[in-house]
């Protein structure tokens, strides 16, 4: 992701209500991991990584508004799973942290 992005990403987290603060250090990282894939993408094929980059970013203001709205969330979560879903074979440690990311959110009830 661009710099800019995550920074936003993360001052989104920092500041919501939803992701209790002991769940914050975690989100950070699993965007991190993200971020990393998406450059390694963008080599490739930066319109694709361009759509993952805002399907996260879509996900996590989803996640972090005051009041969460579960229909947008899901479909939030549901593109950034279709966005990577062809690089299942190419880029696994790509789908594997989109699915943590997934895996995350509907474990804090999001």
Not at 2 to 7: F, G, I, N, V, Y
Not at 14 to 34: A, F, T, V
Request: negative net charge.
């Amino acid at each position: 992701m661009l710099k800019h992005t995550l920074e936003q990403l993360e001052n989104k987290i920092k500041d919501s209500k939803n992701i209790p603060p002991d769940k914050k250090q975690e989100y950070y990282e699993l965007l991190n991991r993200l971020n990393d894939e998406i450059n390694g993408i963008a080599q490739i094929d930066p319109q694709r990584a361009e759509s993952i980059k805002k399907f996260a970013k879509a996900s996590a203001h989803e996640a972090t508004r005051d009041e969460l709205d579960p229909s947008l969330i899901e479909a939030s979560i549901h593109g950034m799973r279709e966005s990577v879903r062809e690089f299942r074979t190419s880029h696994p440690r790509l789908v594997d942290t989109v699915n943590d990311i997934c895996i995350f959110l509907s474990k804090l009830g999001i």
